[in-house]
């Protein structure tokens, strides 16, 4: 089935180029000055590649192939989450 709008790679389902699971497509991340998508915002993401099963947002350009399913030519080996600190005040040296 090929796809007719943007809006129709909403749900399918996305994996890595070794065949692993990634997440589903939740929604696109679109320039709207250009008219352009700039990538997916992957969904319900497999906790062995993202901590958490947190969303993440795919660049277009990691994108190899879009039909039934949306192929990636590149994704991290595991995507971690920042740690949160509180910013640390930075002593500057005298005289500067």
Same mark, same amino acid.
């Given at each position: 089935?090929?796809?007719?709008?943007? +809006? =129709?790679?909403?749900? *399918?389902? &996305?994996?890595? +180029?070794?065949?692993?699971?990634?997440? %589903?497509?939740? %929604? *696109?991340?679109v320039d709207v000055d250009e008219?352009?998508?700039?990538? *997916?915002?992957?969904?319900d993401t497999n906790p062995l590649? &993202? @901590?958490? +099963?947190?969303?993440? %947002?795919v660049p277009y350009r990691w994108?190899?192939?879009?039909? =039934?399913?949306?192929?990636?030519?590149?994704?991290?080996?595991? &995507?971690?989450?920042?740690? +949160?600190?509180?910013?640390?005040?930075?002593?500057?040296?005298?005289? @500067?």
């Amino acid at each position: 089935m090929p796809l007719e709008e943007a +809006s =129709d790679m909403i749900g *399918l389902q &996305v994996y890595t +180029s070794q065949g692993i699971y990634l997440g %589903n497509v939740g %929604n *696109l991340v679109v320039d709207v000055d250009e008219n352009k998508v700039q990538g *997916l915002f992957v969904t319900d993401t497999n906790p062995l590649l &993202v @901590e958490g +099963s947190k969303s993440v %947002n795919v660049p277009y350009r990691w994108i190899s192939a879009i039909g =039934d399913v949306v192929i990636l030519k590149y994704f991290p080996k595991r &995507v971690a989450l920042k740690k +949160s600190s509180k910013p640390k005040a930075e002593k500057i040296p005298a005289g @500067e």
